[in-house]
């Protein structure tokens, strides 16, 4: 069952803030982050396992209450190096098989 | 840290030929491993999973016949696309997931992604 994004896209300015969103109809053992840039394969940014507990990488977190089903990306202070599509990825157990949402587009204008 | 190789990273071929692309886990040994498939502006769609000695699992809507997967070792998957035509023209990216302390996490490490073009 794959994962819902949203928004679909968004456009900032420099230092400007955003979250996307990632969630699923499953009940989920963990969730994947990843940024993709254009003909690039895509870049790990984090991963979140069962328990909430909130992961960071630089001014980049994430949130993931598995009793909704739902994760959450918090980019703060956005960089034009952000810009690119972001996917989240689910997993249904340890070790299964991993579902990526149809990803965001992210814009970072000067 | 753990690498992924593939190759090659772009294949072009004619209508009815096959083509083979190669997964290398280069520091670590890939349990799993999983081919993705990437449409224009699409997301990534998996294809098939495949464990070490065992035939791949593949999902719904995937033909088996005309994308072989083996996984032969515990460091090389590969992926042939037989018979190719120009629908099959994509962007295929494999994972691995590894065992022992960098797979505590269940991270999952790409390759660099192989853009396959049948003309």
């Known amino acids: 069952q794959q994962p819902v994004q949203s928004p679909q896209a968004v456009i900032l300015r420099e230092g400007e803030d955003a979250v996307i969103n990632c969630s699923s109809s499953k009940a989920l053992y963990s969730v994947h982050w990843y940024r993709q840039k254009h003909g690039e394969a895509p870049v790990f940014l984090m991963i979140l396992l069962k328990g909430g507990e909130q992961m960071r990488h630089e001014k980049i977190s994430a949130s993931f209450n598995e009793k909704k089903q739902q994760s959450s990306l918090y980019l703060t202070a956005s960089q034009l190096s952000y810009s690119g599509t972001y996917f989240c990825?689910?997993?249904?157990?340890?070790?299964?098989?991993?579902?990526f949402g149809q990803g965001t587009e992210l814009s970072v204008k000067p | 840290g753990a690498v992924v190789s593939q190759h090659p990273s772009r294949v072009i071929c004619k209508s009815g030929t096959s083509v083979k692309i190669e997964c290398r886990s280069l520091d670590f040994q890939a349990t799993t491993m999983f081919w993705y498939r990437q449409f224009p502006k699409q997301s990534l769609m998996l294809m098939a999973t495949?464990?070490?000695?065992?035939?791949?699992?593949?999902e719904q809507g995937v033909e088996k016949d005309k994308f072989l997967i083996n996984h032969a070792s515990l460091t090389l998957s590969t992926l042939t696309v037989t018979s190719a035509h120009p629908e099959d023209s994509s962007f295929y990216i494999c994972?691995?997931?590894?065992?022992?302390?960098?797979?505590?996490?269940?991270?999952?490490?790409f390759g660099e992604g192989s853009r396959l073009t049948v003309l």
């Open positions: 495949s464990n070490e000695g065992s035939k791949a699992t593949y």
């Open positions: 994972s691995a997931s590894a065992s022992g302390h960098l797979g505590i996490t269940g991270e999952l490490f």
């Open positions: 990825g689910t997993r249904e157990r340890e070790g299964g098989k991993l579902i």
